[in-house]
């Protein structure tokens, strides 16, 4: 069979999770309309008869303002050279920027195997896509999809493509295996999106959570204590909603998604901290797993 790792490159919010998961066929990954979705890398395991891909989704690469940001394209960066492929994607309906040049000037000095998969079809016009297939076309990669990860099409033509770029190996991962991430991070990955949506400008970089606890009580509930940590005091009350309304409701929305997830009960106790300017903190960035 042939198998490897597929690092999935490209500017934030261009799709990248999306694809990810409708590759693996679940969701591994979160997804939201704001840049900087993704803050982690993920492992998303795709099992198919002939091979497995493993999708290496990422952070979007974009200019960096804080050490938060520096340390994600780095992260970025050092998976490329982990990687036996590339999927690079690139959003259909925005014009192709000095962003995305930057990154194909990347991949081509690395010499990384690549395919491009423009994104979001569904949304642009046909001569957008056919100028944007021109443009890109110039690159030289090994292969140039237009695929709608949102409704599913094309997905398994850009994993046909891959595939072919992989040697023969073995299975990485067993078949019962969809995502390498431990289960804490999931968990407040989970909470993290139930935010994303609901607040507005900057709030969203500025939060992020972490998992503190997480037991199986006896009477078979799991009890999961979860932080939600922003930069400023003028945030908290913002993350809190009034009278508490906004933490009832992200903590109802992500324990439903829980109890799916684990499959027992949940009782989710999240609590909100201040943790002055952890995006530029480094060991703070260390403790929080960045
Ligand atoms: N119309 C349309 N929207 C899409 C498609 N794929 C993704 N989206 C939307 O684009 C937005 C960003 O999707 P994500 O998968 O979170 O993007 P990402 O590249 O992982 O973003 P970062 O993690 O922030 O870098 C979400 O609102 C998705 O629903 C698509 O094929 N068509
Ligand atoms: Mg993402």
Redesign the pocket.
């Known amino acids: 069979m042939k198998s490897g790792f597929v690092a999935?490159v490209?500017?934030?919010?261009?799709?990248?999770?999306?694809?990810?998961?409708a590759a693996v066929g679940r969701k591994v990954?979160?997804?939201?309309?704001?840049?900087?979705?993704?803050?982690n890398t993920i492992r998303g395991v795709v099992h198919r008869e002939d091979a497995q891909v493993i999708l290496v989704?990422?952070?979007?690469?974009?200019k960096p303002r804080t050490e938060l940001g520096e340390r994600l394209n780095r992260l970025v960066y050092g998976t490329l050279a982990d990687a036996d492929a590339v999927l690079f994607?690139l959003?259909?309906?925005a014009p192709i920027g000095p962003g995305d040049r930057r990154i194909a000037q990347r991949l081509t000095d690395v010499g990384s195997k690549t395919v491009v998969a423009l994104?979001?079809?569904?949304?642009a016009s046909k001569s957008q896509i056919t100028s944007q297939l021109a443009t890109a076309g110039a690159w030289d990669f090994a292969a140039y999809v237009p695929?709608?990860?949102?409704?599913g099409?094309g997905v398994g033509a850009v994993l046909d493509e891959l595939v072919a770029l992989l040697d023969d190996g073995p299975a990485f991962y067993p078949e019962t295996m969809f995502t390498d991430q431990p289960e804490s991070q999931v968990i407040a990955e989970i909470v993290r999106e139930k935010y994303l949506s609901r607040l507005h400008e900057e709030l969203p970089h500025s939060l992020t959570v972490t998992t503190d606890e997480v037991e199986v009580r006896a009477n078979g509930t799991t009890y999961i204590s979860a932080r939600i940590i922003v930069e400023r005091e003028s945030q908290k009350p913002i993350v809190i909603g009034a009278k508490g309304e906004l933490l009832r409701t992200v903590g109802q929305e992500a324990r439903e998604d829980l109890e799916k997830l684990l499959a027992t009960p949940v009782y989710l106790d999240l609590r909100v901290k201040v943790e002055k300017g952890w995006q530029d903190r480094p060991q703070l960035l260390d403790r929080l797993g960045f």
């Open positions: 999935v490209g500017r934030p919010n261009v799709g990248k999770s999306t694809i990810v998961n990954a979160i997804i939201s309309s704001r840049p900087q979705t993704t803050r989704d990422s952070p979007g690469l974009h994607v959003d259909a309906g994104n979001k079809i569904d949304t695929i709608s990860a949102l409704k099409d």
